[in-house]
């Protein structure tokens, strides 16, 4: 215990990342937080103004992204990030800019303290968000997407992204070789007047087969406003022919009881938190994705896939390259105007690595 709480101490104090995890691991970097700007880095999606094709940002380049923040073909939507923001919403984020600097790091449809509208804050390796659905028209759910494109689907959303590019990188060149996420998170803000509106965090990687094209969506949530048990401690995975999609809780153990096949909690991180903010605490999270998990995830895709007749995908991880990461924020879609939700939250220094032993 004294030694867990050394090493979470270095890297909270440092804010070096690639430590010793295990008692003989190693980290290769595979990204470390870039600072970040606001001119530089934040965009918005557009929904219909800018229908998203999968290749709307450069390769190796990182984004912090804000999504669906109005009505199709709306005003708000179309200036989500159109204003420069003045007022410190650092009590819903946990992040405080000083004032002379909020202009070039804030940035909203609105200028509101009083009302409380969105917020999106980046400033540096930094990010901190306010999305408040009652500040927003949100309630057609129009939202039209590629059938290539799965990062454009979904509710109020704010995202930090890479993409690697269809070239991808290498993660699992060992057997021993672990895909691993992780960042430093603060929730001081939820607030909801319908308990059927979710909100959600979570680390996210796109994998690419080299051998066939396909890709794997594969996410670990590390927050989640429903009660931890069925919908939201289970394990997911469904593949339709183009991607494999899988979501599990951060825990090692589902709401079930049954042991979590799609990835592994660090001995060092929190586990998933469920339904109300914590506070202004600083918390690490951190995901494994080892190669006997990805087998497992494979497996079950072939069988879905030869269900319908179709190729498998290689089942062989040193095959599956990293193509896009990213750490998000999301509002499951409302659908009705009676169905509201604030999340408030920053992120510091998302890391992403290769955990290995020699």
């Known amino acids: 215990m004294q030694r867990c709480a050394a090493l979470l101490a270095a890297v909270l104090a440092l804010d070096v990342w690639a430590v010793d995890d295990y008692a003989n691991a190693r980290f290769r970097v595979l990204h470390e937080a870039p600072c970040l700007s606001v001119w530089q880095n934040m965009s918005a999606q557009f929904d219909d103004y800018e229908p998203f094709t999968g290749n709307g940002y450069p390769d190796d380049r990182t984004y912090f992204v804000v999504r669906h923040m109005g009505e199709p073909g709306s005003v708000e939507l179309r200036e989500q990030i159109g204003a ?3 007022w410190d919403p650092g009590v819903f984020t946990g992040l405080h800019i000083p004032q002379a600097l909020r202009a070039h790091t804030q940035r909203g449809f609105r200028d509101d303290p009083a009302n409380g509208s969105s917020v999106y804050q980046l400033a540096c390796r930094s990010a901190g968000f306010l999305i408040n659905t009652f500040s927003f028209a949100h309630g057609s759910g129009d939202i039209e997407c590629p059938p290539d494109a799965p990062e454009c689907i ?13 070239k991808g990188t290498e993660v699992f060149r060992t057997e021993s070789s672990e895909l691993t996420m992780q960042a430093l998170v603060r929730l001081p803000f939820v607030h909801w007047d319908d308990n059927r509106a979710v909100a959600q965090q ?5 994998l690419r087969d080299r051998t066939t094209g396909t890709l794997l969506a594969w996410l ?18 469904a593949d339709d022919g183009i991607t494999t999609f899988v979501s599990a809780p951060l825990s090692d ?6 042991r979590n096949p799609f990835l592994s909690k660090s001995p060092y991180s929190w586990p998933m938190a469920t339904q109300h903010q914590w506070g202004n ?13 990805l087998r497992e995830i494979t497996r079950r895709a072939n069988a879905a896939r030869a269900a319908r007749g179709q190729a498998p995908v290689s089942t062989d991880p040193a095959d599956w390259l990293l193509h896009t990461i ?12 009676g169905r509201q939700i604030s999340l408030g939250g920053s992120w510091r220094s998302f890391g992403v690595y290769e955990a290995y032993e020699e």
């Open 84 to 86: 420069a923001v003045s």
């Open 154 to 166: 979904g509710g109020p959303q704010v995202a930090i992204q890479r993409e690697f590019g269809d």
């Open 202 to 206: 979570y680390f996210g990687a796109y």
């Open 220 to 237: 670990a949530g590390f927050y989640d406003s429903r009660p931890y048990g069925p919908g939201n401690g289970e394990a997911f995975i």
């Open 253 to 258: 153990t589902l709401a079930s009881g049954q």
């Open 281 to 293: 605490e600083e918390r690490f999270f951190r995901a494994h994705l080892k190669p006997e998990q």
């Open 326 to 337: 990213v750490i998000s924020a999301e509002i499951a879609w409302a659908g009705d105007p």
